[in-house]
C-alpha cells in the first residue's frame, strides 16, 4: 500500500512583478527554481510550514500567510517521493534582502516570462502564471 503524502508548504513573495525563487540544493528537486518551501515538521500547519521554511530559506521573516493552491505531487517512480503540497501567499518587509541559505544556493526575483525560461516544477510556473493573471485582470 502506499506511503500517505508528506506535509509541504512553500510560499509566494512577491515585489513589483517579480517573484522571489530559491534554487534548490537537496533532491527532490535539486538544481530547480522554487518558491522557498518544505516538508513540515510533526504538528506544525500548512501555514507555520511555510513561514518557517521562508526564513530558514531566504532570512526573510514573512507574515499573513493566505492559502493560494494545493498540488498533490507524485513522483514519476512508485517508490518516490508523494507530497501534499500547500502554497501560501506571504506578505514582507520591503526593505529586507534574500540571502539563500539551509537548502537553497541562490535566491533571485523573476518575472513570469523569466520563470518559463528557467527549470521549475511545474506548481511554480502556475502559480506564477495565475497570480500574474490576476494582477492583471485575466
Given at each position: 500500500?502506499?506511503?500517505?503524502?508528506?506535509?509541504?508548504?512553500?510560499?509566494?513573495?512577491?515585489?513589483?512583478?517579480?517573484?522571489?525563487?530559491?534554487?534548490?540544493?537537496?533532491?527532490?528537486?535539486?538544481?530547480?527554481?522554487?518558491?522557498?518551501?518544505?516538508?513540515?515538521?510533526?504538528?506544525?500547519?500548512?501555514?507555520?510550514?511555510?513561514?518557517?521554511?521562508?526564513?530558514?530559506?531566504?532570512?526573510?521573516p514573512v507574515?499573513?500567510?493566505?492559502?493560494?493552491?494545493?498540488?498533490?505531487?507524485r513522483a514519476?517512480?512508485?517508490?518516490?517521493?508523494?507530497?501534499?503540497?500547500?502554497?501560501?501567499?506571504?506578505?514582507?518587509?520591503?526593505?529586507?534582502?534574500?540571502?539563500?541559505?539551509?537548502?537553497?544556493?541562490?535566491a533571485g526575483?523573476?518575472?513570469?516570462?523569466?520563470?518559463?525560461?528557467?527549470?521549475?516544477?511545474?506548481?511554480?510556473?502556475?502559480?506564477?502564471?495565475?497570480?500574474?493573471?490576476?494582477?492583471?485582470?485575466?
Open positions: 500500500m502506499p506511503a500517505s503524502p508528506q506535509a509541504a508548504s512553500s510560499a509566494i513573495l512577491e515585489r513589483d512583478g517579480r517573484f522571489l525563487l530559491i534554487r534548490r540544493i537537496n533532491p527532490p528537486s535539486a538544481d530547480l527554481f522554487a518558491f522557498p518551501g518544505g516538508r513540515a515538521e510533526p504538528g506544525e500547519s500548512p501555514a507555520d510550514t511555510a513561514v518557517r521554511e521562508f526564513l530558514e530559506e531566504t532570512g526573510i507574515r499573513d500567510p493566505l492559502l493560494f493552491a494545493t498540488y498533490d505531487i514519476e517512480k512508485d517508490d518516490g517521493p508523494h507530497f501534499f503540497l500547500s502554497v501560501f501567499t506571504v506578505q514582507a518587509d520591503a526593505k529586507l534582502e534574500a540571502i539563500a541559505a539551509d537548502d537553497a544556493a541562490d526575483w523573476y518575472t513570469v516570462d523569466e520563470i518559463r525560461a528557467l527549470p521549475v516544477p511545474p506548481s511554480v510556473l502556475d502559480c506564477a502564471e495565475r497570480l500574474a493573471g490576476m494582477r492583471n485582470g485575466v
